[in-house]
């Protein structure tokens, strides 16, 4: 059975850093690709990142770009997301989804994902 668990969200000041993990069961990493998305209240989810199993190859949201750092530890099927100097408008619900493939070249959207974790919540304020 396919789950992807979620955790390390919480409460952060401006300028903070959290590290969320996706931690996969069910499948290895090798074969799959992680993304991470948001949603905040009353907005559209949103793309956030995402990660070869395979290759590492990585690609980012441009307003995430230079903040953000998504990693794997394929001994750990664990996915992990270093968010560096957080903004309010980073608060949302990030989720982590997974779906079959080698090669990142792109933001890969939601709709092309096969499984999805719960959630975990993320709010920067002072």
């Known amino acids: 059975q396919v789950q992807l668990v979620e955790s390390g969200g919480g409460l952060v000041t401006p300028g903070g850093s959290l590290r969320l993990s996706c931690a996969a069961s069910?499948?290895?990493?090798?074969?799959?690709?992680i993304g991470w998305f948001r949603q905040a209240p009353g907005k559209e989810r949103e793309g956030v990142s995402c990660i070869s199993g395979s290759d590492g190859s990585t690609y980012y949201a441009d307003s995430v770009k230079g903040r953000f750092t998504i990693s794997r530890d394929n001994a750990k099927n664990t996915v992990y997301l270093q968010m560096n100097s957080l903004k309010p408008e980073d608060t949302a619900v990030y989720y982590c989804?997974?779906?079959?493939?080698?090669?990142?070249?792109?933001?890969?959207?939601?709709?092309?994902?096969?499984?999805w974790g719960q959630g975990t919540q993320v709010t920067v304020s002072s």
């Open positions: 069910g499948f290895t990493l090798d074969s799959y690709i």
């Open positions: 989804a997974a779906g079959r493939g080698t090669v990142v070249r792109l933001l890969i959207p939601a709709r092309w994902y096969d499984y």
